[in-house]
């Protein structure tokens, strides 16, 4: 496509409107979310979190960091807690530890002998960066009285996804308190904010059976408390521009590759608010508009050298079609923009990396139904499901994505609590 770049830049302007604590045992269900509100005078936040083993449980592993690479002493502490409750747990190798690295691994735990439950529920033990630490606050309308509901919990991971995780397992302690016969699984996993590989793993390993054993999958992330009927796919890539270095004081004897990345990042930026029948990215009824997002800028050497390198990585979240489908769309338009000169390429790295858009099940009752943007570690299970039973899959959990990985993470005590019944609606459903 040969155009002027006023008249580009004007179609792109027309369009854009878009401490480590110890495991704690003993009767650990004395509190449900159905305990009768409190309100509490001359409030001890501290005291409120440590009268719910909840509450406590969720405290202690978000003070312990666990960015993605650095899971170990978190995932020890949860194996320490779920065998302290009779569990059977399982320490699954990912990589294992060197000199230089630590050890990391998934937790997987069930009830008894029965290593193949029918339901397993599963989060992610791993947190964005960087390490925000653990506290309490009261709502900024707080006056005299405060409902312990409403206390507010902060620091990284708090949402994502440790709020699911204590969640998540005193649902299942609590089911088992009621129906000790119930065959349930837990499974919390690594490296889900950058690359899955925990997940993955499980998938790839003998706990993950053709034909499955389990018919009811369970993931835990911020859902608000709704149902999650599907989520976009993704998909990764690098823009890689060439030229040739040069004194900036004779720049034309050289060529500058961040002059040539640049319109080509600003056109492919344009194509989440082109329609597909102008070479724009996918849609779809259920999901709208793809997104594109340049995540990071890298080149040059310093102000007086003409760049002879530049390179861009970027992020699509897929509305339809396979990976496939928009690395074509991509390198298309690429294509359109250089006019075939080659001077930027593409580098989408493993060509069976992405993921199309999930869809997911939503039929259990008393829940409301939403769709999400973001990625999960959904599409890196693989179910062996092909001629059986079908397999049924929910997403669900507590918390905003609007504030997971930002400074202020942050959730409160009555959603955390409505979270655990939540779950257990879930597991009633499939049980």
């Not at 569990?87 to 029965?114: C, D, H, M, W």
């Not at 033990?125 to 606050?137: A, E, G, N, R, S």
Request: glycine share 10%; proline share 5%.
């Amino acid at each position: 496509m040969k155009s002027s770049w006023s008249t580009f830049f004007t179609l792109i302007g027309a369009t854009a409107a878009l401490e480590y604590q110890q495991p704690f045992s003993g009767n650990i269900l004395q509190e449900t979310a159905e305990t009768p509100r409190k309100q509490y005078p001359n409030v001890n936040l501290d005291q409120i979190i440590e009268d719910s083993p909840l509450l406590s449980f969720h405290r202690d592993i978000i003070k312990i960091p666990s960015i993605s690479g650095d899971e170990k002493n978190v995932g020890e502490y949860i194996i320490d807690f779920l065998s302290s409750q009779n569990l059977t747990v399982e320490k699954q190798i990912v990589t294992p530890g060197s000199e230089t690295e630590s050890e990391r691994f998934n937790v997987y735990a069930y009830v008894g002998e029965n290593r193949y439950p029918d339901i397993l529920l599963t989060s992610h033990i791993d947190t964005v960066p960087p390490f925000i630490p653990y506290t309490l606050q009261t709502p900024t309308s707080y006056t005299q009285f405060i409902n312990r509901e409403d206390v507010i919990i902060s620091g990284r991971g708090s949402v994502d996804a440790k709020a699911s995780v204590a969640a998540i397992t005193f649902a299942v302690l609590e089911t088992l308190k009621e129906s000790p016969s119930a065959s349930l699984g837990l499974l919390f996993d690594i490296g889900e904010e950058n690359s899955g590989i925990g997940m993955k793993h499980f998938s790839n390993s003998d706990l993950n059976l053709s034909p499955p054993t389990y018919n009811t999958l369970v993931f835990g992330e911020p859902t608000e408390l709704s149902l999650v009927a599907g989520h976009k796919g993704s998909l990764g890539f690098k823009v890689v521009a060439r030229g040739k270095a040069a004194h900036s004081g004779y720049p034309w004897l050289g060529q500058s590759a961040i002059s040539a990345i640049l319109p080509v990042l600003q056109y492919l930026e344009s194509l989440q608010y082109l329609s597909p029948e102008q070479g724009g990215l996918l849609r779809s009824e259920k999901f709208g508009a793809s997104t594109l997002n340049i995540g990071v800028i890298s080149g040059g050497q310093a102000a007086n050298v003409v760049p002879d390198y530049a390179e861009a990585t970027v992020a699509v979240r897929l509305a339809d079609g396979t990976p496939d489908d928009t690395r074509e769309i991509i390198r298309k338009a690429v294509d359109r923009i250089t006019s075939g000169t080659g001077s930027v390429s593409l580098d989408f790295g493993d060509l069976n990396g992405g993921a199309s858009p999930q869809y997911l099940d939503a039929d259990a009752d008393g829940f409301d139904v939403i769709t999400v943007n973001y990625g999960t570690d959904v599409p890196s299970l693989k179910i062996h499901d092909q001629g059986t039973q079908r397999v049924k899959r929910y997403l669900y959990g507590p918390g905003s994505i609007h504030v997971a990985h930002g400074d202020n993470e942050a959730i409160t005590v009555g959603e955390l609590e409505q979270a655990v019944d939540g779950y257990k609606k879930l597991i009633s459903a499939a049980l």
